[in-house]
């Protein structure tokens, strides 16, 4: 069994994505979230993030992001949305899952500097 993390790491996917929207703001990226994709495609991704900067990153990124239920629960990734990670990867895009530790450890940040 996990141990479950300490309530100020425990972030809910809402909470990161404002985050995210935050230093998106901060750093020049343009923040494009689709909030709830229960309606969309199976494997769509929660975030296009587009960079505003001539300097710096010149590729968009393409985000799925995890957070923590109520539970204390860290969601996961659905079969549909690895394959889409994969497959924008293989394309040469940029793809990949972000949760509350990227944020804490400083991933997210360093992505977007």
């Known amino acids: 069994m996990t141990p479950t993390p ?57 985000r799925e992001l995890k957070g923590y239920d109520r539970n204390g629960r860290l969601g996961a990734l659905t079969a549909e949305q690895s394959e889409t990670i994969q497959e924008i990867n293989a394309a040469g895009g940029d793809a990949r899952k972000w949760e509350p530790a990227d944020w804490h450890s400083g991933t997210i940040i360093d992505e977007l500097k």
């Not at 425990?10 to 923040?31: I, K």
């Open 6 to 62: 300490p309530p100020a790491v425990m972030m809910t996917e809402e909470q990161l994505a404002e985050n995210v929207r935050s230093a998106c703001a901060v750093f020049g990226w343009r923040f494009l979230w689709l909030r709830k994709t229960y309606d969309s495609s199976a494997g769509i991704l929660d975030l296009v993030l587009i960079p505003l900067r001539l300097t710096g990153r010149r590729h968009v990124l393409h």
